[in-house]
């Protein structure tokens, strides 16, 4: 017999039982599962889904980041969870498979105005924001970078995504001259999905602002999408609005 590898599988045996003990928690069940619609949520939001104290919440959440089962992100004063990766989704709905089970939506409570577009800062954000996102890495303008360096969630534009936001209008070298983050993910309040923050998303929201497919509203961060907006923003990226 191969010492060795008896040690590997023993190894692997008591990783592999050890996850399943902290997704087996009926607390972190619940936790996991309501985070497969892929909006991060507070720990105060996920004890309430656990249906335990803040401080049982908090024990619970320690143990599936020490399984790297999730990840969290600091926005201000707010700690936000999500799943850490795919494969940690792709295992749980596999359970919920077996089980016979299906994942409550994630139902936001921020007001329509500002739920569906507002600057975040000097970006934008809300629903509208996080569908360029995702656009943009759909049809691969923008790539997440991998660097130490880059820092967490760093982006940086692809030559197609230069080349076709330069057309657009995009003053790209300004926006990396500044003494600041060039693109990164912003994790979005309302819709818990990033949204593209940086100077890459300032130049954005001057873009459309400049262009009027967007207005400020009077004495709020909301921002009104306008009807050429909305033909624009559908024609040039998909968007249905």
């Known amino acids: 017999m191969n010492v060795s590898r008896v040690a590997v599988s023993a190894t692997t045996d008591a990783a592999v039982s050890s996850i399943a003990a902290a997704i087996g928690e009926p607390a972190r069940t619940r936790m996991l599962y309501s985070l497969m619609d892929g909006h991060a949520r507070t720990g105060t939001e996920l004890a309430i889904v656990a249906e335990v104290s803040p401080s049982t919440a908090s024990v619970h959440l320690h143990r599936l980041q020490s399984e790297n089962l999730i990840r969290v992100a600091a926005e201000g004063r707010h700690r936000y969870y999500s799943l850490a990766s795919p494969n940690v989704a792709r295992a749980l709905e596999r359970l ?91 994790l979005d309040w309302s819709e818990r999905r990033p949204h593209v923050g ?34 624009e923003l559908h024609t040039r990226f998909g968007l249905q609005l």
Not at 137 to 145: A, C, G, K, P
Not at 198 to 212: D, E, I, Q
Request: charged residues 25%.
């Open 198 to 231: 940086g100077a890459l998303g300032a130049a954005l929201l001057n873009l459309v602002l400049s262009r009027k497919w967007v207005a400020r509203e009077l004495d709020s961060r909301a921002l009104a999408i306008t009807g050429l907006g909305r033909r």
């Open 96 to 186: 919920s498979v077996l089980a016979g089970t299906r994942c409550r939506p994630f139902v936001p409570h921020t007001p329509e105005p500002l739920r569906a577009a507002r600057s975040c800062y000097d970006h934008m954000a809300g629903a509208i924001a996080v569908a360029l996102h995702d656009h943009f890495l759909e049809v691969r303008w923008i790539e997440r970078q991998r660097r130490p360096s880059s820092g967490s969630g760093a982006y940086e534009l692809t030559a197609e995504g230069t080349r076709t936001l330069t057309a657009l209008g995009l003053d790209i070298e300004s926006a990396r001259g500044r003494r600041r983050r060039f693109a990164y993910a912003c």
